[in-house]
């Protein structure tokens, strides 16, 4: 096949660009190796391509939105999870403390506060901490066709420095969008980050997301096509920060970005994309990352509004 030399070439091309920084919030990402680059390409028919670092492992950090968002309304019903979490694109950093004006709801399931609010709505209004994180942990594991582990360096790391997103716990209680005890939704939150993952996890994760929710490989229907269609449009309005406009127009791809500098990529039908470079724009997606989706997507003629 001759994917695997093009994607080395569409890597080639991206590496000059030495531009961005890791994110430095925590030493763990802020010490991350900046030369690193992988990009990994998942058929709906089970095929997978992938070159550069493709067993360097990072943290999923805010890719994990999407995939939870699925969980929580997989477990907790659509009605339910829309009654708590909107689905407008917010315009403002993935971490603010806010909440959409009249509903008093976080404003999408891809900022922090949406975030915690689908983490707590995981397994039912009885579940434990435990309970939940491990349930996320198998379905991401499902999704990747192995067995994750959470990173507990990053893990640690991201407890110490949880003030922010703890304050976005107290908000979400205090305003009556999550119940039980906001550290334990936060905590929970955390965990669900810092699993790790390589690029070709991350691309089987995206094909899934691209074939109806059933895996390419394994055949097990793990999302149902309902919550893939709501998923897959909350990543189209708001899954690239407040880039999701440029995104959209430029890359046409429902796409989510974390802030260990992975991004996935899902179109339906078609192809599941993941890549990953830790130096981040000041928007907090990959930079190098970017440009691979840019790249890709013009190839490869992937920009979901153009006729194919
Ligand atoms: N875990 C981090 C946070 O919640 C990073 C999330 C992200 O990737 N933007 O602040």
């Known amino acids: 096949s001759p994917i695997p030399d093009y994607l080395e070439r569409v890597l080639e091309n991206a590496r000059p660009n030495d531009s961005g920084a890791p994110a430095n919030y925590i030493e763990t990402l802020a010490n991350a190796d900046t030369s690193k680059m992988a990009v990994a ?31 929580a309304i997989e477990d907790s019903g659509l009605k339910r ?19 959409e004006r009249g509903s008093n709801r976080p404003m999408n399931p891809m900022i922090n506060a949406g975030a915690i609010t689908a983490h707590s ?6 579940a434990t901490a435990k309970e939940r994180t491990d349930r996320i942990l198998e379905i991401l594991s499902k999704l990747a066709g192995r067995q994750l582990q959470v990173d507990e360096e990053v893990y640690q790391a991201e407890l110490r420095d949880a003030d922010r997103n703890m304050g976005i716990g107290y908000m979400l209680k205090a305003a009556g969008v999550i119940h039980g005890d906001p550290r334990e939704a936060v905590t929970g939150y955390i965990r669900q ?8 996890d991350l691309a089987m994760m ?34 690239m920060y407040d880039a999701a406009g440029d995104w959209v127009s430029n890359i046409g791809i429902p796409a989510k970005s974390g802030v260990a500098g992975g ?27 970017v440009a691979i989706c840019e790249q890709l997507s013009r190839d490869m003629g992937l920009h979901m509004m153009d006729v194919s």
């Open 206 to 239: 995206a094909a899934t997301l691209c074939n109806a929710g059933i895996h390419p490989v394994t055949g097990e229907s793990i999302i149902p096509q309902t919550s893939v269609r709501q998923v897959l449009s909350v990543m189209t309005t708001c899954g």
């Open 41 to 71: 390409l998942a058929m709906v028919d089970g095929q997978i391509y992938s070159a550069g670092d493709d067993k360097v492992e990072f943290s999923i950090q805010s890719i994990s939105k999407a995939f939870v968002y699925a969980i």
């Open 193 to 200: 980050c810092s699993i790790n993952v390589n690029v070709r």
């Open 263 to 289: 991004i996935i990529g899902a179109l339906p039908g078609q192809v599941g994309i993941a890549t990953f470079s830790p130096k981040l724009d000041e928007r907090g997606n990959s930079v190098r990352g």
């Open 121 to 126: 709505l995981v397994a039912g209004p009885e």
């Open 81 to 99: 999870v829309l009654e708590k979490i909107g689905v407008e694109p917010s315009g403002d950093a993935f971490n603010k403390l806010s909440l």
